[in-house]
């Protein structure tokens, strides 16, 4: 028998804390999930600014239908419930009021479609890209390229939980993550090599289906130096949820060093490890 | 009429004879046989959930650990049997074999169906589709794991090569069977509601729940074949050495989401159509008033019909779709809205000015309006491809369609069930035991899926044994919510066992004037043969 007096407790205690905490202020680290956060993670692209404000106006615009709705299901179930109003109208016409609530959320349409088309073409319309990542999917890791840079390709594994490790995230960490510079417009092509894949990073709006036969394209620019992390977002067997994506968006210098020294390798990797170190002490300094 | 005539017209078979429902010609025995076999389905279905939500209550793997209950993959082949047999074998039995079976005729004033053998053996193929469903989890799918993993989808090459063992193999037949039954069942319900409408029934008097069958029934007709031909490419592919969809061999993974999807997409409205017809007899019955614009209702359903199909390809904004496709899928798919929002408005003009008494069936019904509306705008938001390149595969979709179906068509069928409880079984149920299952069931609904927006808004994508730490919390309330609804499952059950024990005869119609339609003129139950003498409507 489950212990429901503690598990209840325990609930309202999360509950407590998540929303205190909440109202204490934005502690949301970019590039992961914030436990019992509400909205979208913070963006850190061109796009995914797009897409959070987007999606803001659609909140406004979906929230108030949603309150007019209820408020005026509540109105009818008081105003005209059998003791309220014992005797029923006969009335089951008004075509004025059936020509507004036609006409007015096709006016509402429109209006989300103004800023809905735009963003899709700004997604869909990759700009003069600084050079090429080619990540393909497999049962269950990614491989990179940087045809640019002539690098072969790497793959990038799930950390296991038992060999985590510092700041790593379970499920999130993986063993050679990929490496951009910040401010660099990367084209993105996407494939798989079994079968269908998703390659998805909340953080910069990416979500694009890794397709055995296919090349994808799409693209981003960071705008901020960190540590981002995706997952794979089409169900391709049995760890597909361990077949996490990890980004280290760093300094164009670091980004050459990285380059360098061979991405993939131990060696490439500490370089990134010690900028990011070098970063944080920096940032501390700053606080 | 002779005498004699009249005393075959009563003779009821007994309950015990077995002969009555296997060989059972009669639309009554065979809606009830529906209803009983959807229930059963849904039992099963809601405890594959179950085991979901007892998994994602904390991180890590707590079930699905290698134990009893198997590993990561047969949390995958939960998922896919969940959402395969709430679809196949609950909510369409529920909905179109048991309230279209026991109704359709009953309001049209027609004596039985149409074609009452087909009726039969509509019935009849789905124990054995479910049978062979059932099956599936428990013959090799993916390397030595039982059962198929793919998702309700079934998207190659997870469903080719991806699984390599017989379990799908079953699941390609099982669906198959099952796409035959109903598509049998369509024939059946449109020759019946085209020809054996009682005299003066015009096709713009009909009552709205048939009106609504007759449009499921047509997307059926016309979906379910592209279904079945995708299914059969996929058992080619897989046992006979084609490549429809192996790029390899010059195929495209991509052409069998498109032939799933535009059978798909009619499908979810084939889910809840029936559920739209159900609600507007319980809203006017209960307001004690005709249906607020009558034609606009009927013809909104036959919009939302038609655009149904051609809006498939927003399922699939992130398989790398021309940008000028994506923009008409996303125009299409926004006009869905407005026909839905008539039939939002609709029922609550109705209600206005009326006199409104809260039956237990007029509380699940309200519930649904309020609901189903949370649902629709969710739909809206996704239905753009810039916000859903965010949403897609996340458990803000699990939530938004989770809202349209899990609250949406479950809140309509348990809305027709306590409407129709007494005319179907001849008794009386416990009201006060029903409300409060209505309770149970919209606080647990609300609590399970409305936290499934924060989690897709924070990225949770969809079908995840184990997710990242982040996500704790609302995976957590989400559990707690399945529990509560439990409660309200088991009180349905209750609601069942005291009907039974009690047996209070029901009344021919429990619900006074607001009742018009013609079912309510019969007795609970209804003779086993009605309308020999056609009613005549004004």
């Known amino acids: 028998m489950p212990d429901l007096y503690g598990e209840a407790m325990r609930f309202l205690t999360a509950l407590v804390l998540t929303w205190t905490t909440a109202a204490a202020g934005a502690l949301a680290t970019p590039g992961q999930p914030t436990d019992g956060g509400l909205g979208l993670q913070p963006a850190v692209t061109p796009i995914m600014e797009r897409v959070t404000s987007f999606h803001n106006i659609l909140l406004w615009i979906i929230i108030p239908i949603t309150l007019f709705v209820m408020g005026l299901l509540l109105w009818v179930m008081i105003r005209y419930n059998r003791k309220a109003n014992p005797e029923a109208s006969k009335n089951s016409h008004n075509t004025l009021l059936e020509v507004v609530w036609t006409a007015v959320p096709v006016m509402i349409l429109i209006v989300i479609s103004v800023f809905s088309f735009p963003l899709l073409y700004f997604q869909d319309e990759i700009p003069e890209a600084d050079f090429t990542i080619k990540a393909t999917g497999y049962q269950w890791y990614w491989g990179y390229e940087y045809p640019d840079h002539e690098a072969p390709e790497y793959i990038s594994s799930m950390v296991a939980e038992e060999d985590l490790t510092g700041d790593q995230l379970r499920n999130l960490s993986v063993d050679y993550p990929l490496v951009v510079p910040v401010d660099a417009t990367v084209r993105l092509q996407v494939t798989a090599a079994d079968v269908i894949h998703n390659w998805a990073m909340p953080s910069f709006g990416t979500k694009m289906d890794a397709i055995p036969g296919r090349i994808n394209e799409t693209w981003f620019r960071v705008t901020e130096e960190g540590t981002y992390y995706g997952q794979c977002s089409e169900l391709c067997g049995i760890r597909h949820a361990f077949m996490p994506i990890e980004v280290h968006v760093v300094s164009q210098d670091a980004f050459d060093a990285w380059v360098e020294a061979g991405p993939g390798s131990d060696e490439a990797n500490a370089v990134i490890a010690e900028y990011t170190a070098a970063r944080e002490t920096r940032l501390a300094q700053l606080d | ?538």
């Open chain 2, 1 to 538: 009429m002779s005498a004699e005539a009249a005393t075959h017209d009563d003779h009821t078979p007994s309950m015990w004879d077995w002969r009555r429902w296997v060989l059972s010609t009669n639309h009554k025995d065979i809606g009830t046989m529906y209803l009983v076999f959807a229930i059963f389905a849904g039992i099963i279905g809601g405890a594959l959930s179950g085991l979901m939500r007892w998994e994602l209550m904390e991180p890590g793997l707590q079930v699905f650990n290698n134990g009893f209950w198997g590993n990561e993959h047969n949390y995958n082949v939960a998922t896919t049997m969940h959402g395969l047999i709430m679809i196949f074998f609950m909510v369409m039995p529920a909905m179109i074999g048991g309230f279209g079976n026991w109704f359709v005729p009953l309001m049209i004033g027609a004596p039985d169906m149409a074609f009452p053998r087909m009726n039969n053996i509509s019935f009849w193929l789905l124990p054995f589709a479910f049978i062979l469903a059932v099956m599936s989890m428990f013959v090799p799918g993916a390397g030595g794991d039982m059962g198929f993993g793919g998702g309700w989808v079934l998207y190659p090459p997870l469903s080719t090569s991806g699984h390599n063992g017989p379990a799908m193999d079953l699941l390609i037949l099982s669906l198959h069977i099952a796409g035959v039954s109903s598509i049998l069942g369509s024939i059946n319900f449109i020759t019946t509601i085209f020809n054996m409408r009682a005299p003066g029934m015009t096709i713009h008097k009909m009552p709205l729940f048939v009106w609504s069958v007759l449009v499921t029934v047509f997307l059926l007709l016309l979906s379910l074949p592209v279904l079945a031909g995708a299914l059969t490419m996929l058992l080619t592919d897989r046992n006979f050495g084609t490549a429809f969809f192996d790029p390899a061999g010059g195929g495209d993974p991509v052409m069998y989401q498109h032939l799933f999807w535009f059978f798909g997409h009619p499908e979810v409205y084939i889910l809840i159509l029936p559920g739209f017809g159900i609600i507007s007899h319980i809203v006017s019955t209960f307001s004690r008033k005709p249906i607020f614009g009558y034609l606009g209702m009927a013809y909104a359903m036959v919009a939302i019909g038609f655009i149904g199909f051609i809006v498939w390809a927003h399922h699939m904004y992130t398989v790398g779709m021309p940008v000028d496709l994506k923009a008409y899928f996303i125009a299409a798919t926004m006009v869905i809205a407005v026909p839905t929002g008539i039939k939002i408005f609709s029922w609550i003009a109705t209600m206005w000015g009326g006199s409104i008494e809260f039956r237990t069936p007029m509380m699940w019904a309200i519930g649904f309006i309020f609901l189903f509306t949370v649902g629709g705008v969710t739909g809206v938001v996704l239905a753009n491809a810039g916000v859903d390149q965010s949403l897609h595969d996340t458990y803000y979709v699990v939530a938004h369609f989770h809202y349209v179906l899990s609250l949406g068509a479950v809140f309509a069928i348990f809305a027709g069930w306590y409407y129709w409880f007494e005319k179907i079984f001849g008794v009386k149920y416990n009201s006060i035991l029903a409300r409060l299952q209505f309770a149970f069931f919209f606080i647990g609904a609300n609590v399970i899926f409305f936290p499934q927006h924060f989690l897709g808004l924070q990225g949770m994508p969809r079908r995840y044994v184990d997710y990242a730490d982040g996500f704790a919390f609302w995976n957590y309330v989400s559990t707690v919510g399945y529990l509560i609804m439990l409660v309200g499952m088991v009180l349905f059950f209750l609601v069942l066992i005291d009907a039974m024990i009690r047996r209070r005869k029901a009344d021919a119609n429990p619900w006074g004037e607001g009742a018009t339609t013609l079912e309510w003129t019969l007795s609970s139950p209804p003779p086993f043969h009605q309308f020999n003498e056609l009613p005549k409507i004004k």
